[in-house]
């Protein structure tokens, strides 16, 4: 079994560096994610961390004969400290866009998604009716940048950042924001068993999620090949059963084996 670590987002500056190593030179993996992230990676009720994409880097670390040090940092902190060699991959229902092809590398794509609005019980139903409203997303995320972008399309009042999902679900639920959005598959999942909350529209956006890298770090070529592998043995398509509790579509990334994302 992978062996799990809860450290702070403060590393040993021995670190830095390491993404300049391919996983056979390394014999732990040190893995940045945004704990808090349902269904992607949070803690269960005995504190260990659990999640799909917990799952996923395991069974890729297993296959490079490596083990997992977890550490958790908000997804605004994931970018520097990746680059900065502080970690080795990061984690976290992360988007690859051309943006940020320009600074890190991304392994092929394991997740197809959208954006969405939730809302609390008796709130807005659609994106038009946010007009003069808040709205609360995370901070850096895709769905900050959609939300500042189209501001002006829906009238927002104000958006409210937040690091990560629950603060900004006990904002909602108290009435101190009108709308979240974010990404779609994570809010399906945490409003299953919330009646009060509710998602109540899809914001097509063409989203793919990866393991994010330092900028040509070999690592994302050995990594990109393992997930090559995992969907041609079924693997992903069984860890998207275990989360979602449905197979993935055929033609999704999930199961699809498509090639390491470049700017060309």
Known sequence: MIRHTIRTATLACTL?????????AQETLT????????????????GDFTGFEIDLVNAVA???????????????????AVQSGRIDIATSSITITDERL???????PYYDSDQSLTVAEGGPASLEEMEGMTVGVDTGSTGDMWATEHTGDYGFADIRR?????????DLSAGRIDGYISDIPALLYYVKDKPALKVVQRIATGEKYSMMFAKDAPLAT??????????????MAELHETWFGTAPDDGTSTVTVLPMPTLD
């Open 31 to 46: 893995v940045g994610a945004n704990i808090g992230n349902v269904p992607w990676e949070f803690q269960d009720e005995a």
């Open 62 to 80: 297993e296959r490079l004969g490596a083990e997992v040090e977890i550490v958790n940092i908000p997804f605004n902190g994931l970018f520097s």
């Open 162 to 170: 937040y690091e990560g999902l629950a603060p900004a679900m006990l």
């Open 16 to 24: 830095l560096g390491a993404t300049a190593l391919t996983a056979s």
């Open 102 to 108: 320009e600074s890190v590398s991304f392994a092929q």
């Open 222 to 235: 050995e990594v990109n090949d393992v997930l090559t592998a995992l969907k041609e043995e079924g693997v």
